[in-house]
């Protein structure tokens, strides 16, 4: 299912720290997981994804952990720079429909 | 490669009025569609999924007589707001999976703003 009516909860990191930013998934058939990266004005942009036969992948500064039991995915965000300022969403799938999760708006103080 | 172009990117309508919003797939091709609707500070709500040359399906509480989703061809679909009203005014969103994309990410266009007066 959807977050529906919830506003976003904020995160505020210093440039250099990591980032941690969290997705709490409803349907526990969903086999398919993509996190999104949307800056104001424009539509979800792709940052990295995971299937749910994998607990862990990374990418150029980015690392998606997975954990089925409790239907839980995180984010992960090395070395976070200004430009990763943005809202990030989590989607799950079964395949037919894409769900979002409520988003978490990142914001990197210099 | 996997452009999804949006238009318009913003409009301003009155109210009663009906708006039309395009979907493209530029160098794909799109066999299903995605229109989201997202409120300012709040998360992408899936509206309907459409599938080339077939009705769309819409989500629970989304009225398919006020949002008309036509998804004609492989590269185009089109969502109408009839009878817009200040209620209406959101950023909507469309994105699209190719054929034989399974389980990949979509691919999103840049959304239009839609505002109703």
């Known amino acids: 299912g959807e977050s529906v009516g919830l506003h976003l909860p904020t995160l505020s990191v210093q440039e250099g720290d990591n980032s941690i930013i969290n997705c709490a998934y409803s349907?526990?058939?969903?086999?398919?997981f993509i996190w999104y990266k949307q800056e104001s004005g424009k539509g979800p942009q792709f940052i990295i994804d995971?299937?749910?036969?994998?607990d862990k992948r990374q990418g150029q500064r980015v690392t998606v952990l997975l954990n089925k039991t409790v239907k839980h995915l995180s984010l992960q965000i090395a070395a976070t720079q200004p430009g990763d300022s943005a809202v990030y969403f989590c989607?799950?799938?079964?395949?037919?429909?894409?769900?979002f999760g409520t988003g978490t708006s990142l914001t990197v103080i210099p | 490669g996997a452009v999804v172009s949006q238009h318009p990117s913003w409009v301003i309508c009155k109210s009663g009025t009906s708006v039309k919003i395009e979907c493209r797939s530029l160098?794909?091709?799109?066999?299903?569609m995605f229109w989201y609707r997202q409120f300012p500070k709040q998360s992408l709500m899936l509206m309907a999924t459409?599938?080339?040359?077939?009705?769309?399906?819409?989500e629970q509480g989304v009225e398919k007589d006020k949002f008309l989703i036509n998804h004609a061809s492989l590269t185009l679909s089109t969502l109408t707001v009839t009878s817009a009203h200040p209620e209406d005014s959101s950023f909507y969103i469309c994105?699209?999976?190719?054929?034989?994309?399974?389980?990949?990410?979509?691919?999103f266009g840049n959304g239009t703003r839609l505002t109703v007066t």
């Open positions: 994105s699209a999976r190719g054929l034989g994309e399974g389980n990949s990410p979509l691919h």
């Open positions: 160098d794909f091709q799109a066999t299903t």
């Open positions: 989607a799950e799938t079964t395949g037919n429909q894409f769900y």
């Open positions: 349907n526990s058939a969903s086999d398919y």
């Open positions: 459409s599938n080339e040359g077939s009705k769309a399906t819409y």
């Open positions: 995971i299937r749910s036969n994998m």
